[in-house]
């Protein structure tokens, strides 16, 4: 797969870069994280990969575990360093799971007891609910395969 070439017009790329402003909490060699200009809580923070990809598949493995790497030093450490009784992690990969910006990123949002934010399965208890399937067949099918 070819490595997708960093955008000119994508703000993460910039940020990624340098070239755009940010309050930088952690970075790495390929992921870079920073705070959320529009938070929905207290140390919300954005983990991006440097190299541009608007989606996971179009990053190379590297590249997606450096993101997930960065988030998982960071969940414990954010939410010592504020106090939070939790912390939500979050990837919209498509328009169909909301995302916005288009530029992987992995969203640590820091949760307290009574905020109102209510669990991840909140977001899809208005929608439709898959079908009844045999589980055990859905499970054969998705089983990840021998790397």
């Not at 960071?74 to 916005?100: K, M, R, Y």
Request: some cysteine; aromatic content about 4%.
């Amino acid at each position: 797969m070819a490595k997708p070439r960093a955008d000119p017009h994508c703000l993460f790329c910039e940020i990624a870069r340098g070239t755009s402003p940010s309050h930088r909490v952690a970075e790495g060699p390929r992921a870079v994280a920073f705070l959320d200009i529009h938070p929905l809580s207290r140390g919300h923070t954005v983990v991006i990969p440097k190299a541009h990809g608007s989606s996971l598949s179009d990053l190379s493995a590297a590249d997606r575990a450096a993101v997930f790497e960065l988030g998982d030093a960071l969940a414990v450490h954010l939410q010592e360093a504020i106090g939070s009784d939790g912390l939500t992690l979050g990837l919209n990969d498509g328009a169909a799971a909301g995302q916005e910006v288009w530029h992987v990123h992995l969203h640590l949002i820091p949760r307290w007891v009574g905020d109102g934010g209510g669990p991840i399965h909140y977001a899809m208890r208005q929608s439709k609910r898959p079908p009844v399937e045999d589980l055990a067949a859905l499970a054969k099918k998705l089983q990840l395969g021998p790397r």
